[in-house]
């Protein structure tokens, strides 16, 4: 199957009698059995399922679709982006490992690399990683990990997936990468060598602002040792979360193929706006799109505020990929935990705002953009 048939037929047909289209939730914290050899046959790989918390047919399909979409041989699902790249760390780093992650990160990992991992014995090291040398300075005895984003947020970098995974795997670290702002319809980052792949499902995947979930994926061997962190930590996602995703899924490719269009045209757009002192948008970033965020940077530091309360009625939210155009102030919201230095380090600064382009009529999202700015 190509990517657009596999987008929506990732699940198996429904066997059972009532031969329902779609996959029942299974709303249940647990599963049944006729007697205790059948409950003991799980544990001998007879049986699929047992307690939610280690596994449920609704989170498996949201692992097994983005798993299918990224060229995986696996996937899991959890109940959030950052509990997915916090068991993924921990199937493969232990207390006394280190790690290396970009420093151009989203400021909720960075909050979990920087602080949380620090109280679990695992150091971090942050790098640009469009610099070479400065990735392979890094590298300790003890490095186990190279972290990066395929596009990074919000100043909108591709990054050189090849060119990092080869100096990773030089130095035998595994590598993952968070593939949140282009989704497996433009980049897929098993195809340049990552072990991990991993998602904040909240965002493109689901694609409606309506589930909080994470996904990672890998091999089975890795996948496994994520599931039983998944499982232990408690991090499960719940199965009606699970549905709503897989559901949403389902219009990854016809929503990435509109939003990214919106995106190309409002970027263009708005380039020698006098009101913009920059656009940021990538260019070739892959061959079905450039992404759907795009962000800008106003003239004018002190106009930020001004700017937001004309925005009709597009949402201001801490979030983005919904269906819907919003924006959302990165200083005081992704990249609040970001200390000053980082922040002014990495470009990301006071007057920028962050578009996630929705699927409307292109021409109403830069008309408003355009009042609002005038
Ligand atoms: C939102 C986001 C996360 C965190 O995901 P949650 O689902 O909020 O835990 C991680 N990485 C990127 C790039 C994100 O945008």
Redesign the pocket.
């Known amino acids: 199957m190509r990517f657009k048939t596999k987008n929506v037929h990732f699940q198996e047909k429904i066997q059972s009698e009532d031969m329902s289209k779609t996959k029942p939730i299974y709303q249940t914290s647990a599963f049944s059995f006729s007697d205790l050899e059948e409950m003991e046959s799980f544990f001998e790989g007879n049986k699929s399922y047992f307690y939610t918390r280690m596994g449920n047919p609704n989170t498996d399909d949201l692992g097994k679709g983005v798993a299918d979409l990224e060229g995986a041989e696996m996937g899991i699902a959890s109940s959030?982006?950052?509990s997915a790249i916090l068991a993924g760390v921990l199937s493969v780093a232990k207390s006394g490992d280190h790690i290396i992650a970009t420093e151009d990160l989203?400021g909720?990992?960075y909050q979990l690399f920087a602080h949380e991992l620090k109280d679990f014995g695992i150091s971090v090291t942050f790098v640009d990683c469009c610099n070479r040398e400065e990735i392979e300075e890094a590298i300790q005895e003890n490095t186990v990990l190279l972290f990066t984003?395929s596009i990074t947020?919000p100043l909108l970098r591709v990054e050189d997936l090849e060119g990092i995974i080869k100096i990773a795997a030089t130095h035998k670290l595994k590598t993952m990468v968070?593939n949140?702002?282009a989704t497996p319809y433009l980049i897929r980052p098993h195809e340049a060598g990552a072990d991990m792949v991993v998602h904040?499902a909240?965002?493109y995947i689901a694609g409606h602002s309506d589930v909080?979930a994470?996904v990672l994926t890998g091999s089975r061997n890795i996948i496994m040792k994520a599931k039983a962190k998944v499982s232990s930590l408690g991090s499960n996602l719940g199965p009606f979360d699970g549905w709503l995703g897989t559901r949403g899924l389902k219009t990854l490719s016809l929503r990435m193929e509109r939003q990214c269009g919106n995106a190309q045209k409002l970027a263009d757009a708005l380039k020698g706006h006098s009101a913009i002192r920059k656009v940021y948008y990538p260019e070739a970033a892959a061959t079905r799109g450039n992404g759907a965020i795009v962000t800008i940077d106003l003239t004018d530091d002190k106009s930020v505020f001004e700017f937001s309360k004309k925005l009709e009625w597009i949402k201001i939210v801490p979030t983005?990929a919904g269906v819907e155009t919003s924006i959302s102030y990165p200083i005081n919201t992704s990249h609040r935990p970001l200390p000053r230095e980082m922040r002014e380090k990495l470009g990301v600064t006071d007057s920028m705002i962050r578009i996630s382009v929705g699927i409307e009529d292109a021409e109403d999202i830069i008309e408003v953009f355009k009042r609002a700015l005038d």
């Open positions: 959030s982006g950052l989203y909720g990992t984003e947020n968070d949140t702002f904040s909240t965002k909080s994470g983005l």
